[in-house]
């Protein structure tokens, strides 16, 4: 199936405004507003937008928190990835470093 743009499409019919917090994401600050689809489907994109709702990223985010659908993830902008919504996890050298290797693994999973 295409990919619709409807990000494009939905920031012509609908205002720059995040739906959830209010703000204004006018200018620069576009890049921090998403399409959010309100049954969850991205391939349902009616043109008058009536399944779209303007979300910030991080209200999108919020909205998304419960169950992570490919919705939103699937949305291709090269300018998302600069957005630092979720950066590498500064634990995880933490967390190799509890995991020491004992040999355990290798010996209870072959017996
Ligand atoms: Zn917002
Ligand atoms: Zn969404």
Not at 25 to 45: A, C, I, M, P, W
Not at 94 to 100: G, Q
Request: contains cysteine.
């Amino acid at each position: 199936m295409k990919k619709i743009d409807y990000r494009e499409q939905a920031l012509k019919i609908l205002p720059w405004v995040c739906a959830s917090c209010g703000r204004d994401f006018s200018g620069k600050k576009l890049r921090e507003l998403t399409v959010h689809h309100k049954d969850h489907n991205s391939n349902n994109n009616p043109p008058d937008g009536s399944n779209w709702e303007m979300l910030c990223l991080y209200c999108h985010d919020n909205e998304h928190s419960r169950d992570m659908d490919a919705e939103w993830l699937a949305t291709e902008d090269p300018d998302r990835k600069k957005v630092p919504i979720s950066t590498h996890n500064p634990f995880a050298k933490l967390a190799s470093l509890l995991e020491k290797p004992e040999g355990k693994k290798g010996k209870d999973g072959k017996e």
